[in-house]
């Protein structure tokens, strides 16, 4: 319900663009998509040319990316493993944890 109503609120007028009702993207997706590419450019450039010398110029955009990534990807983890472990509504095959749909939509 939260997330229905943030969605709504936040991401309608993404989903009217052109690009988004082509691509076929979800008004949250392309939000997250959008915000992400606006870090990663940031702290390109910070690590690019605002930031002192150091090991973050030999390859600024891997650096910017993995600043992005982990705490993303660790954020997923937790709501993978609190999903699979801790949900009540668990299916009991495996077939079923991978292949059914999850209850916050995917």
């Given amino acids: 319900m939260l997330l229905a109503e943030l ?10 663009t052109p690009l988004a009702q082509a691509v076929g993207l979800t008004p949250l997706a ?7 590419l606006a870090a990663q450019l940031l702290l390109f450039v910070a690590f ?3 930031l002192p010398v150091g090991p973050w110029r030999r390859l600024p955009g891997l650096t910017a990316h993995q ?9 997923l983890a937790c709501v993978g ?3 699979w472990f801790l949900s ?6 495996l077939s079923g944890r991978v292949l059914d749909e999850h209850r916050l939509g995917g």
């Fill in 7 to 16: 969605e709504e609120a936040l991401f309608i007028p993404l989903a009217a």
């Fill in 30 to 36: 392309l939000a997250a998509g959008v915000s992400c």
């Fill in 48 to 50: 690019s040319y605002l």
């Fill in 67 to 75: 600043c992005i990534c982990f705490p993303l990807m660790i954020g």
């Fill in 81 to 83: 493993v609190q999903d």
């Fill in 88 to 93: 009540a509504a668990v299916p009991t095959s």
